[in-house]
């Protein structure tokens, strides 16, 4: 859900950034991050606790607490929340603590 | 390995306040900011600033950011500004080394300012870790700069200034806000801000907390129970609310990890939200050379972190023999208004918890 008005901020129409979110083609937009641009789409589950994989969303959109976490591009433990989203990029949701990549 | 003169951890209100009054001075510096974008916390924040017109009273905090980020992108030559940049290991003798693009790079400095902030408390209930619970300020960020709702129906837990504030700018979003709930038996933010939800018809318990969250894959409701004197739940007085969202606004703590990376002695002070670095009249730790300002030596406004930024930025290039032309007077200034930003009964813990952090010159 995006806000289209509002008292004091303006939100132009962006350009569309298309990426793939677990294997679907989505889009967000520019300016978006990642973690914004999924939950725009309804997607709050981002990531997984390391054992019990209780599904985890984002916390405190500033990068510190890592519970938005994902694969990004292969690479893991990609914090979405400070993120941008980049067209083309590949998003995983992620299931344990990472594997090494190159 | 880089050498510089100053390095600036955090490109938030106190780091780039430092920055400025470093360049007026004559000090070059490099700024580290770990998110995309300069400004920090005040990107975000769209009501206006109390305070006095040299804290930018009046002025949106989304505007003040403006103000501080042009104010150190007037001086290309003087100050260097690393985004992207996660500052991932310091050292005693002032190595820092940065992560930037999976690239490692070493930087060597005469000095650095610690201006990382802080960040958002957690509340302990079962189930808080559900998607769709998250900081206040989180949910501030998703809205008032990437344009998204958190959901239809939010709960906001606690009435400290971020609460109510935070609790009306969703209200601005389109959001319902069902309640605002509090543990302590009075409102913990400004009447100004408290008196207009009420008006909007936002209910504020006080004496009340959230008993626990309910949801499989993300947040659907949450109960929530009154509180005893103590702070204790009340058996038989819980709710349960429908919810998509929950806010938690419990306070903050300081980012202090990168202080207790080098040793410097630090406090848990509660009335400054945490682990906060000893700190004598220039905002000097126990490490030689190492200074801090902002929320990461206490957690106030961000009128008292400009500030605080402002008389570091100044003192910092005095002691590496860049004197700004007005130094007295500036710093006289500075002084005078971080004691008029905590005068008064809100100031009081502030005050007092200062105290408790302050090294006497001699000491090193």
Redesign the interface.
């Given at each position: 859900?995006?806000?289209t008005?509002?008292?004091?901020?303006t939100?132009e129409k962006k350009a569309k950034l298309q990426f793939v979110f677990d294997g679907n083609e989505v889009y967000g937009y520019e300016?978006?991050?990642i973690a914004?641009a999924l939950?725009?789409m309804g997607v709050?589950?981002?990531s997984h606790?390391i054992h019990l994989k209780?599904?985890?969303?984002?916390?405190?959109?500033?990068?510190?607490?890592a519970?938005c976490n994902m694969i990004v591009d292969e690479k893991p433990n990609v914090r979405t929340?400070?993120?941008?989203l980049k067209e083309g990029m590949v998003v995983k949701t992620q299931l344990n603590k990472g594997d090494l990549y190159d | 390995m880089i050498n510089k003169d100053l390095v600036i951890i955090g490109g938030g209100p106190a780091g780039l306040s430092a920055a400025k009054l470093a360049a007026e001075s004559g000090l070059s510096s490099l700024i580290v900011e770990r998110d995309f974008k300069l400004g920090g916390q005040l990107v975000k924040q769209t009501h206006m600033f109390f305070g006095s017109e040299k804290q930018y009273a009046k002025t949106r905090g989304i505007d003040i950011a403006k103000i501080l980020v042009d104010d150190v992108l007037k001086y290309p030559e003087m100050v260097e500004v690393m985004t992207d940049t996660t500052v991932v290991g310091l050292y005693e003798d002032k190595v820092i080394t940065l992560l930037h693009n999976d690239e490692y790079i070493k930087v060597q400095s005469k000095a650095i300012i610690i201006a990382t902030g802080a960040s958002e408390k957690v509340l302990a209930f079962p189930n808080n870790d559900l998607p769709g619970i998250y900081g206040a300020g989180a949910v501030q960020t998703l809205m008032n700069v990437n344009g998204v709702l958190p959901g239809n129906d939010v709960v906001m837990v606690g009435s400290g200034n971020i609460g109510l504030i935070v609790s009306y700018q969703l209200m601005q979003a389109g959001v319902n806000v069902k309640c605002v709930i509090e543990a302590s038996s009075s409102i913990g933010g400004y009447k100004v801000h408290a008196s207009k939800l009420k008006r909007l018809g936002v209910d504020i318990l006080t004496s009340h907390s959230v008993k626990r969250a309910n949801g499989t894959e993300a947040l659907e409701s949450i109960v929530i129970s009154k509180l005893d004197e103590n702070w204790d739940y009340i058996e038989g007085t819980e709710k349960t609310i429908e919810v998509d969202s929950l806010c938690i606004s419990v306070g903050l703590s300081p980012l202090s990890s990168l202080l207790s990376m080098i040793g410097v002695d630090m406090k848990y002070v509660s009335s400054l939200g945490g682990l906060v670095p000893y700190i004598d009249s220039h905002h000097e730790t126990s490490v030689k050379d190492v200074y801090v300002a902002g929320d990461v030596c206490g957690v106030e406004e961000a009128s008292s972190a400009i500030v605080e930024g402002y008389l570091t930025g100044l003192i910092v290039a005095s002691s590496l023999g860049f004197k700004h032309e007005n130094y007295d007077e500036l710093y006289r200034d500075f002084k005078a208004q971080l004691e008029n930003l905590r005068s008064g009964p809100f100031g009081e813990k502030t005050r007092e918890g200062l105290q408790e952090i302050a090294r006497n010159h001699d000491v090193k």
């Open positions: 859900m995006r806000i008005e509002h008292p004091i901020l939100f300016g978006d991050t914004s939950h725009a709050k589950k981002l606790s209780r599904p985890r969303g984002f916390y405190c959109a500033i990068g510190n607490c519970s929340c400070v993120t941008l | -």
